[in-house]
Protein backbone atom coordinates (compact mmCIF):
# COMPACT_ATOMS: atom_id res chain seq x y z
CA UNK A 1 0.00 0.00 0.00
CA UNK A 2 2.67 2.40 0.87
CA UNK A 3 4.71 1.45 -2.24
CA UNK A 4 1.45 2.35 -4.22
CA UNK A 5 0.86 5.63 -2.56
CA UNK A 6 4.65 6.95 -2.93
CA UNK A 7 3.98 5.92 -6.80
CA UNK A 8 0.45 7.66 -7.14
CA UNK A 9 2.19 11.35 -6.17
CA UNK A 10 5.44 10.42 -7.90
CA UNK A 11 2.69 9.92 -10.98
CA UNK A 12 1.18 13.45 -9.93
CA UNK A 13 4.90 15.25 -9.39
CA UNK A 14 5.34 14.00 -12.78
CA UNK A 15 2.03 16.07 -14.29
CA UNK A 16 3.10 19.00 -12.09
CA UNK A 17 6.29 19.58 -14.56
CA UNK A 18 6.56 22.63 -17.10
CA UNK A 19 5.69 21.44 -20.27
CA UNK A 20 4.14 18.66 -21.91
CA UNK A 21 7.60 15.96 -21.16
CA UNK A 22 9.48 16.83 -18.06
CA UNK A 23 12.82 16.89 -18.40
CA UNK A 24 14.96 15.23 -15.29
CA UNK A 25 15.89 18.25 -13.59
CA UNK A 26 12.40 19.75 -14.23
CA UNK A 27 11.05 17.55 -12.05
CA UNK A 28 9.28 20.04 -9.06
CA UNK A 29 8.70 18.41 -5.61
CA UNK A 30 5.71 18.80 -2.92
CA UNK A 31 5.57 17.87 0.70
CA UNK A 32 4.33 14.43 1.19
CA UNK A 33 2.77 12.66 4.48
CA UNK A 34 5.21 11.21 7.09
CA UNK A 35 5.93 7.69 5.86
CA UNK A 36 4.62 4.73 7.86
CA UNK A 37 7.65 2.92 8.56
CA UNK A 38 9.25 6.39 10.03
CA UNK A 39 8.61 6.35 13.88
CA UNK A 40 7.78 9.16 15.88
CA UNK A 41 6.78 7.81 18.96
CA UNK A 42 10.26 7.33 20.28
CA UNK A 43 11.21 9.21 22.71
CA UNK A 44 14.06 11.19 21.14
CA UNK A 45 15.94 11.36 18.07
CA UNK A 46 18.65 9.35 19.13
CA UNK A 47 16.57 6.35 19.14
CA UNK A 48 14.43 7.34 16.26
CA UNK A 49 18.27 7.00 14.55
CA UNK A 50 19.45 3.88 16.10
CA UNK A 51 16.19 2.39 15.03
CA UNK A 52 16.89 2.34 11.54
CA UNK A 53 17.50 -0.80 10.16
CA UNK A 54 20.03 -1.77 8.37
CA UNK A 55 18.52 -2.66 4.28
CA UNK A 56 20.81 -4.94 2.49
CA UNK A 57 20.08 -6.80 -0.59
CA UNK A 58 22.40 -9.33 -1.77
CA UNK A 59 23.55 -7.73 -4.80
CA UNK A 60 22.13 -3.82 -5.97
CA UNK A 61 22.47 -3.44 -9.59
CA UNK A 62 21.70 -0.37 -12.46
CA UNK A 63 19.46 -1.35 -15.29
CA UNK A 64 22.15 -1.71 -17.42
CA UNK A 65 25.82 -3.52 -17.49
CA UNK A 66 27.04 -1.51 -20.40
CA UNK A 67 29.71 0.63 -18.74
CA UNK A 68 29.03 3.78 -21.76
CA UNK A 69 25.34 3.66 -21.92
CA UNK A 70 25.48 4.36 -17.81
CA UNK A 71 27.90 7.36 -17.99
CA UNK A 72 26.01 8.60 -20.70
CA UNK A 73 22.93 9.10 -18.26
CA UNK A 74 25.33 9.78 -15.23
CA UNK A 75 24.98 13.84 -15.61
CA UNK A 76 21.12 13.44 -15.93
CA UNK A 77 20.90 11.73 -12.95
CA UNK A 78 23.23 13.40 -11.06
CA UNK A 79 20.77 16.79 -11.65
CA UNK A 80 17.76 14.99 -10.96
CA UNK A 81 19.90 14.26 -7.62
CA UNK A 82 20.49 17.25 -6.94
CA UNK A 83 17.11 19.35 -7.62
CA UNK A 84 15.72 16.90 -4.94
CA UNK A 85 18.42 17.05 -2.40
CA UNK A 86 18.53 21.19 -2.54
CA UNK A 87 14.44 21.01 -2.56
CA UNK A 88 14.60 18.80 1.28
CA UNK A 89 17.80 21.49 2.29
CA UNK A 90 14.99 23.65 2.43
CA UNK A 91 13.08 22.19 4.72
CA UNK A 92 16.02 20.25 6.79
CA UNK A 93 19.03 22.42 8.59
CA UNK A 94 21.24 20.82 5.85
CA UNK A 95 23.89 21.40 3.23
CA UNK A 96 24.05 19.10 0.50
CA UNK A 97 27.68 18.32 -0.77
CA UNK A 98 28.78 17.65 -4.62
CA UNK A 99 31.46 15.84 -5.79
CA UNK A 100 31.80 15.82 -9.47
CA UNK A 101 30.71 12.83 -11.41
CA UNK A 102 32.60 9.79 -11.48
CA UNK A 103 35.34 10.39 -14.86
CA UNK A 104 35.06 7.49 -17.24
CA UNK A 105 38.48 6.03 -16.68
CA UNK A 106 37.72 5.66 -13.24
CA UNK A 107 34.55 4.23 -13.63
CA UNK A 108 35.98 1.63 -15.88
CA UNK A 109 38.93 1.10 -13.64
CA UNK A 110 36.65 0.71 -10.37
CA UNK A 111 34.63 -2.31 -12.97
CA UNK A 112 37.08 -4.03 -13.66
CA UNK A 113 39.17 -4.02 -10.61
CA UNK A 114 36.25 -4.79 -8.11
CA UNK A 115 33.05 -6.07 -10.35
CA UNK A 116 34.86 -7.98 -12.31
CA UNK A 117 33.70 -6.27 -15.43
CA UNK A 118 29.95 -6.00 -14.67
CA UNK A 119 29.19 -2.02 -15.12
CA UNK A 120 25.93 -2.92 -13.53
CA UNK A 121 27.27 -2.95 -10.11
CA UNK A 122 28.29 0.71 -10.31
CA UNK A 123 26.09 1.90 -8.25
CA UNK A 124 27.99 5.28 -7.58
CA UNK A 125 28.52 7.00 -10.87
CA UNK A 126 26.00 9.63 -9.02
CA UNK A 127 26.12 10.60 -5.82
CA UNK A 128 26.01 13.03 -3.32
CA UNK A 129 26.37 13.62 0.66
CA UNK A 130 23.72 15.61 2.82
CA UNK A 131 25.44 16.90 5.80
CA UNK A 132 23.17 18.31 9.04
CA UNK A 133 23.88 19.72 12.29
CA UNK A 134 21.62 17.99 14.42
CA UNK A 135 20.07 14.46 14.43
CA UNK A 136 16.91 16.06 14.34
CA UNK A 137 17.96 17.22 10.58
CA UNK A 138 19.37 14.43 9.14
CA UNK A 139 16.42 12.06 10.33
CA UNK A 140 14.09 14.44 8.38
CA UNK A 141 16.51 14.81 5.37
CA UNK A 142 16.43 10.94 5.49
CA UNK A 143 12.83 10.70 5.51
CA UNK A 144 11.92 13.20 2.76
CA UNK A 145 14.71 11.07 0.45
CA UNK A 146 12.53 8.12 1.21
CA UNK A 147 9.55 9.28 0.06
CA UNK A 148 10.51 10.62 -3.28
CA UNK A 149 13.08 7.14 -4.32
CA UNK A 150 12.84 3.76 -3.37
CA UNK A 151 15.46 2.81 -1.23
CA UNK A 152 17.18 -0.36 -2.25
CA UNK A 153 20.27 -0.37 0.22
CA UNK A 154 20.64 1.16 3.92
CA UNK A 155 23.80 1.02 5.84
CA UNK A 156 22.96 2.29 9.74
CA UNK A 157 27.26 3.08 10.69
CA UNK A 158 25.42 5.49 13.53
CA UNK A 159 24.26 2.00 15.00
CA UNK A 160 27.15 0.02 14.41
CA UNK A 161 30.11 2.50 13.52
CA UNK A 162 33.46 1.74 11.99
CA UNK A 163 35.84 0.30 13.91
CA UNK A 164 37.21 4.30 13.98
CA UNK A 165 34.54 5.09 16.16
CA UNK A 166 33.11 6.89 12.61
CA UNK A 167 29.18 6.83 11.75
CA UNK A 168 27.30 7.99 8.39
CA UNK A 169 24.28 6.67 6.87
CA UNK A 170 24.98 5.20 3.88
CA UNK A 171 22.28 4.95 1.05
CA UNK A 172 21.27 3.36 -2.10
CA UNK A 173 18.32 4.89 -3.68
CA UNK A 174 16.77 4.79 -7.28
CA UNK A 175 15.33 7.74 -8.52
CA UNK A 176 11.73 7.90 -9.71
CA UNK A 177 12.72 10.02 -13.24
CA UNK A 178 16.18 8.14 -14.53
CA UNK A 179 15.48 5.19 -12.72
CA UNK A 180 18.87 4.94 -12.08
CA UNK A 181 20.92 3.58 -8.47
CA UNK A 182 22.39 6.09 -7.02
CA UNK A 183 24.27 6.85 -3.58
CA UNK A 184 23.90 9.25 -0.41
CA UNK A 185 25.47 9.53 2.47
CA UNK A 186 24.30 11.71 5.54
CA UNK A 187 26.70 13.09 7.85
CA UNK A 188 26.55 15.24 11.36
CA UNK A 189 28.75 18.14 11.02
CA UNK A 190 31.26 17.87 13.74
CA UNK A 191 31.17 14.06 13.05
CA UNK A 192 32.13 15.13 9.22
CA UNK A 193 34.39 17.54 10.37
CA UNK A 194 37.08 14.61 12.40
CA UNK A 195 37.04 12.89 9.27
CA UNK A 196 37.85 15.29 6.94
CA UNK A 197 40.37 16.87 9.27
CA UNK A 198 41.77 15.49 11.94
CA UNK A 199 40.96 11.67 10.82
CA UNK A 200 42.56 12.64 7.77
CA UNK A 201 45.57 13.69 9.25
CA UNK A 202 46.07 10.41 11.41
CA UNK A 203 45.15 8.16 8.51
CA UNK A 204 48.34 10.50 6.59
CA UNK A 205 50.79 9.65 9.47
CA UNK A 206 49.36 6.16 9.66
CA UNK A 207 50.23 5.73 5.91
CA UNK A 208 53.80 7.18 6.45
CA UNK A 209 55.00 4.80 8.98
CA UNK A 210 53.87 1.82 7.44
CA UNK A 211 55.34 3.13 3.83
CA UNK A 212 58.41 3.82 5.61
CA UNK A 213 58.52 -0.01 7.04
CA UNK A 214 57.34 -1.27 3.13
CA UNK A 215 60.63 0.35 1.97
CA UNK A 216 63.22 -1.26 4.18
CA UNK A 217 61.20 -4.61 3.59
CA UNK A 218 60.17 -5.08 6.96
CA UNK A 219 58.26 -5.35 9.74
CA UNK A 220 56.49 -2.85 12.00
CA UNK A 221 58.70 -2.33 14.97
CA UNK A 222 57.06 -2.21 18.34
CA UNK A 223 57.31 1.83 18.47
CA UNK A 224 55.66 1.96 15.44
CA UNK A 225 52.94 -0.21 16.45
CA UNK A 226 52.56 2.13 19.66
CA UNK A 227 51.88 4.87 17.74
CA UNK A 228 50.08 3.56 15.82
CA UNK A 229 47.70 2.14 18.14
CA UNK A 230 48.37 5.58 19.63
CA UNK A 231 47.00 7.53 16.91
CA UNK A 232 43.76 5.23 16.32
CA UNK A 233 42.66 5.40 19.93
CA UNK A 234 42.29 9.41 20.10
CA UNK A 235 40.94 9.55 16.59
CA UNK A 236 38.16 7.23 18.41
CA UNK A 237 37.86 9.34 20.87
CA UNK A 238 37.32 12.25 19.60
CA UNK A 239 34.23 10.23 17.45
CA UNK A 240 32.95 9.31 20.29
CA UNK A 241 33.27 13.03 22.07
CA UNK A 242 31.49 14.32 19.05
CA UNK A 243 28.78 11.83 18.72
CA UNK A 244 28.06 12.17 22.95
CA UNK A 245 27.49 15.42 22.64
CA UNK A 246 24.81 14.96 19.66
CA UNK A 247 23.26 12.43 22.35
CA UNK A 248 23.06 15.05 24.61
CA UNK A 249 21.55 17.41 22.39
CA UNK A 250 19.05 14.96 21.45
CA UNK A 251 18.04 14.15 25.42
CA UNK A 252 17.82 17.88 26.33
CA UNK A 253 15.43 18.37 23.25
CA UNK A 254 13.00 15.54 23.87
CA UNK A 255 13.21 16.00 27.88
CA UNK A 256 11.73 20.26 26.93
CA UNK A 257 9.48 18.60 24.72
CA UNK A 258 7.88 16.33 27.93
CA UNK A 259 8.01 19.65 30.15
Not at 198 to 203: A, C, F, L, M, R
Amino acid sequence: MNKLFRTFFIFLILLSTRGAIAQPNELKYTKLAQPSDFSQKSSNDIEQLMALYDHNTDLVTQDSDNLHALMSRAPAAQQELIDLLHFIDQSSNTKTILPATKSYQRAAQKVQTKFNGDASQLTDIARASVVAYDVKSLLSSYQQLSQYTEIVQLKNRFAHPKVSGYRDLNVLVKLPVSQMVVEVQFHLNDIADIKSGPEHHVYEQIQQIESQAKATSRRLNDIEQATIAKLRQDSHKQYHKAWLSYKRQSLYRSQRQVA
